[in-house]
């Protein structure tokens, strides 16, 4: 059975800096991209970040460039989403997501499993 566990989400200000996780169960991870999304209430779930198997290619959305940096430890299973300079309109639930195989990484349809999600809340 696969699982995606999110961790590290909370309520900090404006300018301030969080580091989510999200920890995967049930699948060869190495293997695959590992996305993370976002959704704001009332809008549509939105691509943050990702990055590919082998860790070294990474892709970001223009909103979080320079301020987010998104890596992986294959060796544990598990993804980081750095969040630097952190703005309120980073405010949202943030997801993490596998895509095993394939193209597609900032599309929310070409993911295979998700996290349950984290909220992040940033105060001005």
């Known amino acids: 059975q696969v699982q995606l566990v999110e961790s590290g989400g909370g309520l900090v200000q404006a300018g301030d800096s969080l580091r989510l996780s999200c920890s995967a169960a049930?699948?060869?991870?190495?293997?695959?991209?590992m996305g993370w999304f976002r959704q704001r209430p009332g809008k549509e779930r939105e691509f943050v970040a990702a990055?590919?198997?082998?860790?070294?290619?990474?892709d970001y959305a223009d909103s979080v460039k320079g301020r987010f940096t998104v890596s992986r430890e294959n060796n544990k299973s598990t993804v980081y989403l750095q969040m630097n300079s952190l703005k309120p309109e980073d405010s949202a639930v943030y997801y993490c997501?596998?895509?095993?195989?394939?193209?597609?990484?900032?599309?929310?349809?070409?993911?295979?499993?998700w996290g349950q999600g984290t909220q992040v809340t940033v105060s001005s």
């Open positions: 990055v590919f198997w082998t860790g070294t290619s990474t």
């Open positions: 049930g699948y060869t991870f190495s293997s695959g991209t």
């Open positions: 997501a596998a895509l095993l195989k394939g193209w597609g990484a900032h599309h929310p349809s070409s993911y295979n499993y």
